[in-house]
């Protein structure tokens, strides 16, 4: 595949972080410091003014960058450049005085106070203005700047807001979705239930926390309009910059498994993908390498936003984060695992918050390249620094891609829907877990999944999981149709084709939209278990294993009219007997149901099989590695990380490891939380 390079003018892949140098204004021998050590530790790029706004204009139409633009010229004179955020993550004080309607209203609609961060309402026009005046400034100073590689747009994006002007936003939204009809919006919502019929679309609130909360449509189209009023907001700040002549790509930084916002809508107006990846390293519930196939799920989340070109890993933290409950040091060399765990499931950079500690406020005590003793000689600035080498040692890297024929079918609607369902149990729904557990299993086996939407270019694909999928978009029974006709192997489970985008249940028969005959069964009923059921099911022979019992947690589904073959039988209660796993022929490809949840791990098998019908290479991995691949036009890289707590063999390899430079033929033995990148 073609190299595709975010950023042609910087060789190789990016190294760097968040630096917020206006902290250290009085101290020029500690910003003369930083460059240096910075160079020491093999960075090339920091991002700024993430949060400036009070720097750059102190009050109301004070705007001066004078303090920034040396800073950047010096860095790029040192061969550092320049990420340069839009200042709208966090406001001055003056801002919020003079303008309240800035701040955000909480979900019993009260207005915030001023303060903290992430909390500006995004439609307010007042804010709007204010950010359109500093961007324009920012654009125009610092526009086709030799160092600056591209524009962050604020931070971070998140949260709603219940102010009256959200509220008509809201209003407006729903009318133009629903064509200006109420009785489109009444039926679409069912609203005749509990008497709950709108009249016009005045009357519609949001689902205030003591308010409306029992209407799941307008619940489902309430996070869609938030996604499209913080989408439109970022459209907005990127407009302004491009007015004012910048032209430099634009990113937002993204979060992990992150629920506010369908990132896959957002993602149709930025250049480039980038994300925040905190890992909860040395956790007391799971295995690391379990924690990090967690870590690699949502890499694979964030490539497949954009699968034409590399993305980036925006923010990490050298040694350990303040926030989160316990807060424990990376034990060494699980940072260098991180960075290049990210690089080989397609990111071209390694960026950290933060590069220095701030010495005061809530971020004093989170991880940063230069720690406040401010030497090289720390144990994380030494592995940072290390790994600095090593990423240039790799810079051929830069700009190869994925190649992945296997997918995952996860969706925000269906997320959000299945959440706010009255169905099932409530503390056992655990979609975004299910399909990690589908991710896994292709892991374990050397294949990595892509994540895909409903609505995303499958063409590439051989093999499309979709556990769980409870909402059908529009379409999307004749899509995965056609997807099976030609050839496609795809999986389904309980909980699948029960609804519309809508979120009406679908009439004639579990899973809707035509799906039945692809699958060749209906669902009947779902029934939910306690965990202290006992139930299990017999794989028969059909599976081509001898016959054996595995246990079923959580769901098991009834089907009826069942003409796929049937490789598995419920073995318990009024189920016995009747089928719970299936293989249905259909056209040139096969469709899969499985109607109970198992663990993952006991349904190899038909992970297998479905590998074995399209000819994709597999090869089970030692417990707690992971491979990925990137591709140039001539080159295979595959990279290979072992997570675990042991050393690990991996056999059958041939080719040269780039990290250490040695021809690898035959086996490959990797230490706890070694890396090899076996190019071939
Ligand atoms: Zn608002």
Sequence with gaps: MARNFLFPQVEGLLHGGDYNPEQWLDRPDILEKDIKLMKEAGINTVTMGVFSWAVHEPTEGNISFDWLEPIMNRLYDNGIYTILATPTGARPAWLDEKYPSAMRCDDMGVRNHHGVRHNHCMQSPEFRQKVQIIDTALAKKFANHPGLLMWHISNELGGYCYCDTCKKKFQEWLADRYDHDINKLNKAWWTTFWSHTFNSFDQIEPPYANGENCVLGLNLDWKRYN???????????????????????????????????????????????????????????????????????????????????????????????????????????????????????????????????????????????????????????????????????????????????????????????????????????????????????????????????SNDDWSKYKIICAPMLYVLQDGIGDKIALFVEEGG?????????????????????????????????????????????????????????????????????????????????????????????????????????????????????????MLDHTGIVYSKLPTGVEKHTRYSDDSAYDFYLNCGDDHATIKKIDGEDIISNAEIHGSLKLDKYEIAIIKH
Aim: charged share 25%.
């Design 227 to 453: 996604t499209w009023s913080a989408t439109d907001f970022m459209k907005f700040e990127i407009m302004t910059l491009r007015s004012a002549g910048a032209k430099e790509p634009t990113t937002t930084n993204y979060m992990e498994w992150f629920y506010d916002y369908d990132y896959r809508y957002m993602s149709q107006f930025i250049d480039v993908i980038s994300w925040d990846n905190y890992p909860e390293s040395h956790n007391n519930w799971q295995s690391d390498a379990d924690h990090m196939l967690e870590r690699s799920f949502n890499h694979a989340l964030f490539r497949s936003l954009k699968p034409d070109k590399p993305f980036m890993m925006m923010e990490s933290a050298p040694g350990v984060v303040n926030w989160r409950p316990y807060n424990k040091y990376r034990r060494p060399g699980m940072h260098k695992l991180i960075s290049m765990q990210a690089v080989a499931a397609g990111s071209d950079t390694v960026q950290y918050f933060q590069i220095r500690k701030s010495r005061g406020s809530s971020e004093q005590w989170h991880g940063a390249v230069i720690d406040h003793i401010g030497t090289n000689d720390t144990r994380i600035f030494k592995e940072v620094a290390s790994l600095g080498q090593d990423l240039k040692k790799i810079s051929e890297i830069a700009g190869t891609m994925a190649d992945n024929k296997v997918a995952i079918l996860y969706d925000w609607d269906n997320r959000w829907a299945i959440d706010d369902a009255w169905a099932l149990a409530k503390d056992t729904k655990n979609y975004d877990k299910t399909c990690l557990e589908v991710y896994k299993e292709f892991m374990s086996l050397g294949v990595e999944p892509d994540i895909v939407g």
């Design 489 to 609: 192997q795809f999986l389904s489970t309980y909980f699948t084709g029960y609804v519309n985008k809508d979120l009406l249940s679908n009439l004639g028969g579990f899973p809707g939209q035509g799906l039945d005959k692809v699958f060749g069964l209906r669902s009947e009923e779902i029934d939910t278990l306690y965990p202290e059921d006992k139930v299990t099911i017999k794989i028969i022979d059909k599976a081509g294993l001898a016959p054996h019992s595995i246990n079923v947690y959580d769901y098991q589904e009834m089907l009826r009219d069942v003409s796929a073959d049937v490789l598995a039988k419920y073995n318990d209660d009024y189920l016995a007997g009747t089928p719970a796993i299936t293989r249905n022929e259909f056209g040139k490809g096969h469709a899969y149901y499985v109607a109970c949840r198992t663990n993952q791990s006991d349904l190899e098998f038909l992970y297998r099989e």
